[in-house]
């Protein structure tokens, strides 16, 4: 039987059924539609939405206010750009307003930006030129750094220079754990995440791990080596991030793998194994978030729970919080 650590080690090119490529490459002129779900981030939309407008390859941006109750949607129209696009979504939550502004784009790429976090300088041509050395490529993504509610860097993700994630074939690898994170570092190809239905609604967390992995069986993912977003930690989201435990994830876990599209392009034998894996990954993070907000009786007890399921899983998950401590 394959072990949660051995997939680990698994080559991004391991799968044993190709999956289908889609014909149409991007094109070197390709623009980029920004959607931006919006719900009470006045202290940061403008902030957000300058960083996405001074992207000179984004054709749009389209933020979808979901219910706001502050002066978020004031401060999107008083900003004059004839890119920008409001629109609202009556509290549906994150995933439809995703997927509502997803409906509208014009692009042939899809980035989908957190309504506090921002883009830096070159970001977004980074992305369309690791796209053009991709063209069978349906998501082409880079990597993070953290800061605070202030705009200052708080993260050493600069460390890990020379750091690879990976291209090409990456399902497998990523049924194990989301490497992605973030979908403000990641361009979409629109007809391909129309083609899989956007983000299940139904997910609370971890749809955008869901749909990743639905985009990966049918294509190509390409990675770019670069620090492209600044994933802001506030009050608002730390709070709601300090109280999750495992247990939560455990749902999109579940779904991933019961998705026969997902499962019709996995390794054959492998699924029991890249199961176990994800749940690793998942009790991992919940141990790094643990630590990152002071909770290090949790943390410990997440640990004993990756070493009943995995011993050879430990060091490894044990190393990671440790870095997750040292804002790595």
């Excluded at 991004?12 to 959607?35: F, G, H, I, Q, Y």
């Excluded at 993070?144 to 705009?151: A, F, L, R, V």
């Excluded at 990523?174 to 083609?195: Q, T």
């Amino acid at each position: 039987m394959i072990t949660a650590e051995d997939v680990l080690d698994l080559r991004a090119t391991s799968r044993a059924v190709p999956a289908p490529r889609l014909p149409l490459p991007a094109s070197p002129t390709t623009s980029v539609s920004v959607v931006i779900p919006a719900k009470n981030v006045a202290a940061y939309v403008g902030e957000t939405l300058a960083s996405a407008l001074a992207q000179g390859e984004v054709g749009e941006v389209i933020v979808v206010d979901d219910g706001s109750t502050d002066n978020t949607t004031a401060i999107v129209r008083a900003i004059h750009d004839p890119r920008l696009r409001l629109m609202t979504n009556e509290s549906a939550g994150v995933s439809a307003a995703r997927n509502l502004g997803a409906r509208h784009a014009n692009s042939e790429w899809l980035l989908f930006l957190d309504a506090d976090d921002r883009l830096r300088p070159g970001a977004v041509a980074a992305l369309l030129a690791a796209a053009r050395g991709a063209p069978r490529a349906v998501l082409v993504y880079g990597d993070y750094n953290t800061i605070d509610s202030e705009g200052r860097q708080i993260g050493r993700r600069g460390l890990l220079k020379g750091r690879r994630k990976p291209s090409g074939d990456v399902l497998a690898r990523l049924a194990a754990g989301n490497f992605i994170v973030n979908g403000g570092v990641a361009l979409a190809r629109a007809e391909a995440f129309r083609a899989i239905g956007g983000f299940d609604t139904s997910l609370r967390y971890c749809e955008d791990w869901h749909c990743w992995c639905r985009l990966a069986a049918i294509g190509e993912f390409e990675f770019a080596p670069k620090l492209l977003l600044d994933y802001r930690l506030h009050t608002a989201n730390t709070m709601n991030a300090a109280v999750r435990t495992p247990r939560d994830f455990f749902p999109a876990i579940a779904r991933v793998f019961d998705d026969g599209l997902i499962l019709a392009r996995l390794p054959e034998g492998m699924e029991a194994g890249l199961r176990l894996a994800a749940e690793i990954h998942l009790v991992t993070y919940s141990a790094m978030q643990a630590v990152r907000f002071g909770r290090y009786r949790d943390a410990f007890a997440y640990l004993r729970m990756i070493g009943r399921r995995s011993l050879r899983s430990l060091p490894r998950a044990a190393l990671r919080v440790a870095l997750a401590r040292l804002g790595i």
